[in-house]
């Protein structure tokens, strides 16, 4: 996305949501717990993941985590809508983190509020005179690159899109048995052989976690 920068803020459906820079450390239990509450996130949109990839990937970057909070005139608590990870240490912003590790950019959002959060970044590289934005990592029937690409336009900016790569997905059964037992007898083979090569190599360990809490000391 490329800017404009002297254009006016023209969001017209309703009051935008607060966006400011939190510090990861007192963001990341809030954002922990709206993971957890929304269906379908990825595991890319965790605060774990960010945590783990800044530790080993991350010391080119400045990271800058943008927290989405209902308006100020709403009275009582500002829960958390959102969260939208940011690299703003190159030329012009981008998600934060590396394509070629994670299948999508890392941005979580509570279901609806994809509008809004678009707009509010929008606004937020306005104020900063950013000359553009790389959304990279976004599922093309994702609703935030459809509001991404909306709200570019309303502001006067230029969105480009192009297919970065395909994601391979698959339905798993409910065991890893029942999983080699649907492979082709020709994949199943191959993957025994590559199993046997691996422990044959060293100490093989697996571990497994089940909730956030066992993730967290994993």
């Given at each position: 996305m490329s ?5 006016e ?7 935008l949501?607060l966006i400011?820079?939190?510090p ?6 809030e954002w ?8 379908g996130?990825?595991?890319f949109?965790?605060p774990l993941?960010?945590d783990?990839w ?23 608590e500002?829960?958390l ?6 690299d703003a240490g190159?030329?012009?912003?981008r ?12 941005a ?10 678009a707009?509010a970044l ?15 990592g976004?599922?093309?029937?994702g ?9 570019a336009?309303r502001y006067?900016?230029?969105a480009t899109?192009a297919?970065e ?7 798993l059964?409910?065991s890893?048995d029942?999983y ?9 083979h191959?993957l ?5 090569n ?5 100490e093989?360990g697996?571990?497994s ?6 993730l967290a000391g994993a």
């Amino acid at each position: 996305m490329s800017g404009a920068p002297d254009g006016e803020p023209v969001f017209e459906d309703g009051p935008l949501p607060l966006i400011t820079s939190e510090p990861f450390e007192a963001l990341a239990p809030e954002w922990a717990a709206l993971h957890g509450e929304t269906a379908g996130a990825l595991p890319f949109s965790h605060p774990l993941w960010h945590d783990t990839w800044l530790r080993h990937c991350g010391a080119a970057v400045f990271p800058v985590f943008l927290a989405l909070r209902p308006p100020a005139d709403e009275e009582g608590e500002a829960p958390l809508l959102g969260v939208i990870p940011l690299d703003a240490g190159g030329t012009q912003p981008r998600f934060l983190g590396d394509p070629d590790l994670s299948d999508h950019s890392g941005a979580l959002m509570a279901p609806g509020q994809e509008g809004g959060a678009a707009a509010a970044l929008i606004e937020w590289l306005m104020e900063d005179l950013a000359a553009g934005f790389e959304a990279w990592g976004l599922p093309a029937s994702g609703p935030l690159r459809a509001a991404l690409v909306a709200a570019a336009g309303r502001y006067g900016w230029t969105a480009t899109e192009a297919q970065e790569a395909v994601t391979p997905a698959v339905e798993l059964p409910e065991s890893w048995d029942a999983y080699v037992a649907m492979l082709p007898k020709k994949h199943r083979h191959e993957l025994r052989r590559k199993l046997r090569n691996l422990e044959r190599a060293g100490e093989v360990g697996f571990e497994s976690a089940a909730g956030a809490g066992e993730l967290a000391g994993a």
